[in-house]
């Protein structure tokens, strides 16, 4: 997700030593952090325990990064397929790691670029694919067997993951050679962004769909990433973010378990995407609870002592919501701590924002300096030397028993709900994100939560930096490739795949082959979404909050 401006109307600059705010007294989380921490503050019974070994808390491998850094995974996208091939070339050969895919919003909600709808979003805030030609200028180059790709694709994740599977085919690529992952984590865009295009039982269905169709084709594919980073940019705080993110989890799972699934197979292939926030000891302790607590729910509810699937496996991205349209370079001191405070918690993949992206997209300069700010941490701060270095600390261990312990009721409070879909259909996940922000903009106006350059140390004049900028004729050309794409394809045989689409929604077959067949055979992204409509229907967000 892209990030947005803190606003303040503070006008006046404020020098010298601040006092000590009511914040510093709790976390973001409303934890009380006391003035020091002795071993008496740990509570009684609290282990845990080691890296590498249950329940996680202190690591996913007893050895940290020793072997393998974490993923240098820099999310990026814009304009064409061609112009994001580019910036993704451009990022591996200054030594990013994996690739991450941004989309554009008519391509995650499953709009083609010609649709009314889609009038002035073309391009903007990721790229644009409409066909299987998009998809094989977008990994131009890219050699799919060895570099692992990441798609942050929700309502459409089967059809993107279509797409790839159909380019992989077509260049000779085995599927169990792919590696990577799609987000296609629909309950969080129900709860906190509101990208989706279908009601969410169907929804379930595609995901079960392709837990099915992957584990059985493409087993090295991470089928889903189950994202606290949207319910936290909402405005959650980070317990909030723990439980919904991890009661998403096990409603994924469950629902595996409906359709047939045997979840011991199912359950290595979930991923995790968290947010990594400014409470440095806090966000440190949330990766380590998370951890804690997705093992003994494994353990307990499913039976799975597996520990590829035990060992909570997560991506982190830096706050976008903390990043400030004012005095935009110290968002790099922001990024910098952010991304070390995820290092520190354990984290198998990372993205760095850029200092510019509350004002646009960032520019490359933009974009090498914060894939810079990762690699300064992994070759020059020692940090990954040691698996967990704070653990043991007795602040770190106190603040990550009591975000178990507040996750565990909150989670204890869903289920009693009848689970994550059911609450999210009640507005309970909703109705408490909206309050926790509620909360924290309160703190910025009032100042009782300082924000540098926004309600103090405000400059009264700022010199703009150079910003990116999308070309209008982006979406004109975009919309004439997609008319001359249509003009050249066999529309019988666009008929003919669309028409089995729309039976095998109806008859309950898996939907990823269909899929597949549809877009190899140039059907679009949005008629693949129209078909599947005139079976699932819309999905209208009635909540009332």
Known sequence: MRSRTVSSRAISISIG???????????????????????????QGWDPGVPGAFPYTRGAMAGGYRKKLWTMRQYAGFSTARESNARYRYLLAQGQTGLSVAFDLPTQIGFDSDAALARGEVGRVGVAIDSIEDMETLLDGIPLGEVSISMTINATASILLGFLLAVARRRGTEWKALSGTIQNDILKEYAARGTYAFPPKPSMRLITDIFGFCAENVPRWNTISISGYHIREAGSTAVQEVAFTLADGVEYLSAAVKAGLDPKAIAPRLTFFFNVHNDFLEEIAKFRAARTLWARLLKDRFGIDDPRAQALRFHTQTAGSTLTAQQPDVNVVRVAIQAL????????????????????????EAARLALRTQQVIAYETGVARVADPLGGSWAIE???????????????????????????????????????????????????????????FVLEEENPIPTMSIDPKVETEQVERLAAFRARRDGAKVERLRADLVAAAKEGRNLMPPIVEAVDGNVTLGEVVESLKSVFGDHKDTVSL
């Open 341 to 364: 405070a995820a290092v520190l918690g354990g984290t198998q993949s990372l993205h760095t924002n850029s200092r510019d992206e509350a004002l646009a997209l960032p520019t490359t």
């Open 17 to 43: 030593l601040m006092s000590t705010t009511k914040t510093d007294t709790v976390t973001t989380s409303g934890i009380p952090v006391r003035p020091s921490y002795a071993p008496g503050d740990v509570p």
């Open 398 to 456: 106190a603040l990550t028993a009591e975000i178990v312990e507040k996750a565990s009721a909150l989670i204890g409070r869903i289920d009693e709900m009848g689970g994550a879909l059911a609450a999210i259909e009640a507005g309970y996940f909703q109705r408490e994100i909206q309050e926790a922000a509620y909360q924290a903009q309160k703190a910025i106006e009032s100042k009782g939560q300082v924000v540098v350059g926004v309600n103090e």
